[in-house]
């Protein structure tokens, strides 16, 4: 089976192209889960699947996180997924891609970034606070979509310095925790600068850090915009993979445009012969 690997900000992918049909979509958890696994296959965050579209949009995309779940939608991955319908001649220098969450327009920038308008935002939480062991942590809550992709946005002062250990615990406790009925992407945050933000996300379906996540990183800006805590005007948010800018357009108290904006990386094409790969 043919595949190509990019990466957006560090946030990884196996892409393949069922245009034609051949796969049936049931074998995708089953082989998302298989080729994800970093020591025994490829090894990435997340899986994606190019398909026919069911309406007008340049192709589809079906996406699935490492542990075979399928997820709403990816930002960094439909960045990505841009410049491989680019590259691969599914679509021009404008991208529409059909995904679970709701149409999403890409735009080439140059050879390497790609900016995207992520799904509005369905749900906006600004003051909660969940408790975790006995300690009470403000919290934000945003889905992007609908059905909508579950953010919990929470600051962690000196966050650049928190042990990893209890940062580790801390996230998995919060994307289970019985507030987030859906789960959630839990989205910790620093402010380091003016309209300059350190994030690090623990992500629902890898269970674990990842080096970036766009929605999440939308999420957090929306929460900060909202709060005018930043200006929402290319807001360069900091993380372990890199730098990705968001810029969001403000209507009173909700976000009616948010558009992401970083780098992809073409990393590998090539055929995968796993020998448990069962098509």
């Not at 990505?80 to 319908?85: D, N």
């Not at 149409?103 to 140059?110: A, F, L, Y």
């Not at 942590?137 to 992709?149: K, T």
Request: charged share 25%; net charge negative; with cysteine.
């Amino acid at each position: 089976m043919e595949f190509c690997k990019m990466n957006g900000a560090g946030n990884d992918f196996i892409i393949i192209n069922n245009i034609s049909g051949e796969i049936s979509d049931d074998k995708w958890p089953d082989i998302a889960k298989l080729v994800c696994e970093r020591h025994m296959s490829i090894g990435a965050d997340g899986f994606m699947v190019v398909e026919k579209p069911d309406g007008n949009a340049d192709f589809k995309m079906l996406f699935y996180n490492s542990d075979g779940s399928m997820g709403e939608m990816c930002g960094n991955g439909a960045r990505c997924i841009c410049r491989y319908g680019y590259e691969f001649g599914l679509a021009g220098e404008i991208q529409t891609v059909e995904t679970t969450a709701g149409i999403v327009t890409g735009r080439r920038i140059d050879r390497l970034r790609y900016q995207i308008r992520l799904n509005d935002p369905s749900v906006i939480r600004l003051d909660e606070t969940i408790e975790i062991d006995g300690t009470s942590y403000p919290c934000s809550y945003v889905e992007l979509g609908n059905p909508g992709i579950p953010h919990a946005i929470v600051e962690i002062k000196g966050l650049k310095d928190y042990s990893a250990q209890k940062l580790f615990d801390l996230g998995r406790k919060m994307r289970y925790h019985k507030a987030f009925p859906k789960g959630a992407n839990v989205n910790f945050y620093e402010m380091i600068g003016d309209d300059l933000v350190y994030e690090r996300t623990y992500e629902r379906g890898v269970e674990d850090f990842t080096y970036a996540c766009g929605t999440g990183t939308g999420s957090l800006v929306t929460v900060l915009t909202l709060k005018g805590l930043v200006s929402g005007n290319h807001v360069r948010v900091q993380m372990t993979g890199g730098e990705l800018i968001i810029d969001v357009d403000r209507d009173e108290t909700t976000i009616k445009n948010l558009y992401l904006t970083g780098p992809t990386n073409m990393v590998a094409k090539g055929i995968i012969t796993d020998d448990a790969l069962q098509l």
